[in-house]
């Protein structure tokens, strides 16, 4: 049976079937903030929204044990001070427990017509979770709308298509019949049920709780799942507005909103999630964050379907070029983007200690290491500018984990602490770049580093570089792998490489591609092949084990049977 809002939705959906079939360029969501698109006064609209929750409670109407909680500072320096209600996990696993019902009943066309109305709608308040985003995470405006909003609703659609198109499969019923011969026929009715697995959690980072934390959330949604969203202590705000919006619109539709609520937390959260996530009524965990909370869910929460994104040492391969400066200012973007703090963003640059070739001759690794680190001081020198493309620092942890970096080894470029000009209290701080040896330094690189840290690694030969990039992804996790070579026999060495480390890998990018950034409905997020991530953004794996299917089955007369006794009466 349909749905009103299935029904509404429709065609964007079937535009998202073939998007994930030709994985070539398509999106719903405007990028760009333009006014055109989404109002003049979206702007001004989005900021004041954002604006109204500093310093008081955000209104959630769920269950609630009357207290408040609530700890985010905003990585620019200005004060947020808002609390959210508290819930009692006991509450809120009970509330789902009972949306369940009603909800698993509408059947998967309600699912995913709701699904793509609350998309809608999170997409028109795109400006107000932009700027929560801002303030919560530390990243620069335009990234903070972009990866925040429209990049993160087509991260959720592409969950719910990648659901519609697995349940659609399924037939609510089938006759069966199996022939015998010279006897009747073997008949049967058959009824098949979609059951979803139940609730779910939803686990979300402090760096991107909305481009992280939708695929997951959608993917519980559209297949029919209740889902508690616990966000980052420090970044409730983006997820709190998403949860509100999805309430209204399940209100409106006719169904219990408790079907999506919201667990904030203060920091130090750590035995309350533990605790909750191996309840037994929880059987669907959505989780981005650390190897060591990552790994513990997979390991200790056995009742439940676990999604894991951990960390990873994400690796760049420079073999030969033939414009160094393209190069080298491409790989300073992805450094300086967001000052490090994506899970995409590279970590080690393996060069030959010989040098490499270039359409000008033969350059020195020091001359490598030297372009390199021109090309970052040159995007991270003038604060005014550099600002909108390191953003803040989200937390003060990270600027710890430089400090420390610093003492491994020889400094290519030092990081500097820069002032904001529009926020002179924003923690900012440059990339920070150093040589490493690939022949003693080995335990330093095999690490993530997570922040504005990338090391210059010597190689013995670009093979040596190649075997380094493969072997790490495949033993300690990776989300991307980018190489610079001239030579074919080298791009196909690396592509062997890429598969054997279970990576992504992109190759020769100089041009407004970064190595860090992912199109949904064409990129796969993430492989499941290496200890970064254990499932990909987005694929049917990553959907089709959130439900079951119960069948049940009558004998029934034959069909044709049933014809010819007609026609003989």
């Known amino acids: 049976m349909t749905h009103p809002l299935f029904t509404k939705h429709e065609a964007t959906l079937d535009k998202a079937l073939a998007a994930i079939e030709t994985r070539g360029y398509w999106s719903p969501f405007a990028e760009m903030p333009s006014p055109k ?7 001004a609209d989005g900021e004041a929204a954002f604006k109204a929750h500093l310093g008081k409670t955000f209104g959630l109407d769920q269950p609630s044990t009357g207290e ?4 985010e500072r905003s990585p620019f320096g200005i004060a947020l001070d808002i609390r959210y209600p508290k819930a009692d996990p006991d509450a809120l696993i009970q509330a789902a427990s009972k949306a369940q019902a009603g909800w698993r009943a509408a059947g998967p066309r309600a699912w995913v017509g709701v699904s793509l109305e609350i998309l809608s709608r999170l997409n028109r308040a795109s400006f107000e979770i932009a700027y929560s985003v801002m303030h919560t995470t530390g990243q620069a405006f335009m990234m903070a709308f972009q990866a925040g909003g429209p990049h993160a609703q087509d991260r959720a659609l592409e969950a719910v298509v990648y659901a519609w198109d697995q349940l659609r499969r399924i037939p609510a019923e089938a006759h069966w019949e199996k022939p015998q011969g010279k006897n009747p026929p073997l008949a049967m009715q058959k009824r098949f049920a979609i059951v979803p697995r139940g609730t779910g959690l939803v686990l979300g980072c402090c760096t991107f709780p909305t481009w992280n934390g939708y695929p997951g959330m959608f993917a519980d949604l559209a297949t029919g799942n209740t889902v508690i969203v616990k966000p980052h202590p420090g970044a409730i705000l983006p997820l709190a507005i998403t949860v509100r919006i999805a309430r209204e619109v399940l209100r409106e539709a006719g169904f219990d909103p408790n079907v999506v609520t919201l667990l904030a937390t203060d920091p130090n959260d750590g035995a309350l999630v533990q605790e909750l996530a191996v309840r037994p009524e929880i059987k669907l965990i959505d ?6 909370n990552g790994t513990w869910l997979e390991r200790n929460a056995r009742q439940a379907q676990v999604y894991t994104e951990k960390a990873g040492v994400n690796q760049i391969v420079i073999d030969s070029v033939d414009d160094l400066k393209a190069a080298a200012r491409n790989i300073a973007f992805s450094l300086a983007l967001y000052s490090g703090q994506m899970c995409t963003a590279p970590q080690n640059i393996y060069v030959p200690r010989d040098g490499i070739r270039t359409a000008d001759g033969q350059l020195s690794f020091d001359d490598v290491a030297k372009a390199l680190a021109g090309a970052v001081e040159k995007v991270a020198s003038d604060p005014a500018r550099a600002v909108e493309l390191t953003g803040a620092i989200q937390n003060e942890g990270v600027v710890e984990r430089v400090a420390e970096a610093r003492k491994l080894g020889d400094v290519l470029l030092d990081s500097q602490s820069l002032t904001h000009p529009a926020f002179p209290e924003a923690r ?23 922040g504005p840290i990338s090391f210059v690694v010597a190689t013995d030969s670009t093979a040596q570089s190649l075997e380094l990039a493969g072997s790490i992804a495949n033993k300690h996790g990776a989300l991307t792998l980018s190489l610079y070579s001239t030579d074919d026999k080298v791009i196909e060495a690396a592509h062997e490489a890429a598969i054997r480390g279970g990576v992504a890998l992109s190759i020769n990018l100089t041009g407004g591609v970064f190595v860090n950034q992912t199109a949904a409905f064409s990129d796969f997020h993430g492989t499941g092949a290496n200890p970064a991530a254990n499932a990909a953004l987005s694929d049917a794996a990553f959907v089709a084990n959130r439900f079951r299917v119960v069948q049940s089955r009558v004998h029934v007369a034959p069909k044709a049977a049933s014809a010819e006794a007609g026609q003989t009466a």
């Open 68 to 71: 408040t909680v609530g700890k």
């Open 287 to 292: 989780f981005t964050g650390s190897t060591q």
């Open 428 to 450: 900012v701080h440059t990339p920070l770049m150093l040589r490493l040896d690939a022949r003693t330094d080995e335990a330093k690189f095999t690490q993530e580093w997570f």
């Open 37 to 43: 698109v989404y109002g003049e006064t979206a702007n």
